[in-house]
């Protein structure tokens, strides 16, 4: 069983940076890949990226690669969404996510899910 709480979120302007943190329980946060999503209001939840288990392998959305970064430290069984040069359409609850031992982009073949956090970007 793995627990995840998302922190972080808040409200900024466009062109801000934000980081958000997914902290983990669980003495297995090693073998997770960890992604993160987000639902913008009426809308479907959407991948944004994951890193795998060992960091090895990072993977983006199109929408987000080049401005948002995936990191995490597996000693403070902790990822991090490092989120810069914002947009309104990033405004979302951002949610991190948890897979054994395998990536993916979809958000059904995760197992564990935080609770999400509001990010708000203003114009």
């Known amino acids: 069983q793995v627990q995840l709480v998302e922190s972080g979120g808040g409200l900024v302007q466009a062109g801000d940076s934000l980081r958000l ?16 999503f987000r639902q913008a209001p009426g809308k479907e939840r959407e991948f944004v990226g994951y890193i795998s288990w060992t960091g090895g392998r990072i993977y983006y959305a199109d929408s987000v690669k080049g401005r948002f970064t995936i990191s995490r430290d597996n ?8 989120m810069n040069s914002l947009k309104p359409d990033d405004t979302a609850v951002y949610y991190c996510a948890a897979r054994y031992r395998a990536w993916s982009t979809h958000l059904n073949d995760y197992d564990y899910w935080g609770q999400g956090t509001q990010v708000t970007v203003s114009s």
């Open 21 to 36: 943190s997914c902290a983990a329980s669980g003495r297995t946060f090693s073998s997770y890949t960890m992604g993160w």
């Open 75 to 82: 000693a403070k069984n902790t990822v991090y969404l490092q």
